[in-house]
């Protein structure tokens, strides 16, 4: 079982900035710079949704709730994904999940980090 790690997660008043961070573990290092990466998310009594994604050739999308307003971004030498997220609403808070497909375990996951977002 492959688990990343996410952190940066907190409370932020509506209109500010958080950096969330996903590591990669150990056991992926090595395809850790060819796997596309995730961030999905959770709000409370809804179903998970995919925020944004970064390709291994660094090709970005996002969904449209968040466009203009995230940045997914990668370091393939530290095995790190960032997702910078500005002018933060209400409706941004939930979990968010960092998550892979990985070769040896298929799609990961990480535990979450809770972000909420005060009006």
């Known amino acids: 079982q492959v688990r990343l790690v996410e952190s940066g997660g907190g409370l932020v008043q509506a209109g500010g900035s958080l950096r969330l961070s996903c590591a990669a573990p150990?056991?992926?290092?090595?395809?850790?710079?060819?796997?596309?990466m995730e961030w999905h998310r959770q709000a409370p009594e809804k179903e998970r949704e995919l925020v944004a994604t970064i390709s291994s050739g660094r090709t970005t999308d996002y969904a449209a709730s968040v466009k203009g307003r995230f940045t997914i971004s990668r370091d393939n030498s530290r095995k790190i994904v960032w997702l910078q997220m500005n002018n933060l609403k209400p409706e941004d808070t939930g979990v968010y999940y960092c998550?892979?497909?990985?070769?040896?375990?298929?799609?990961?996951w990480g535990q979450g980090t809770q972000v909420t977002v005060s009006s």
């Open positions: 998550s892979a497909n990985t070769p040896s375990s298929g799609r990961s």
């Open positions: 150990r056991s992926i290092f090595s395809t850790f710079s060819v796997l596309d």
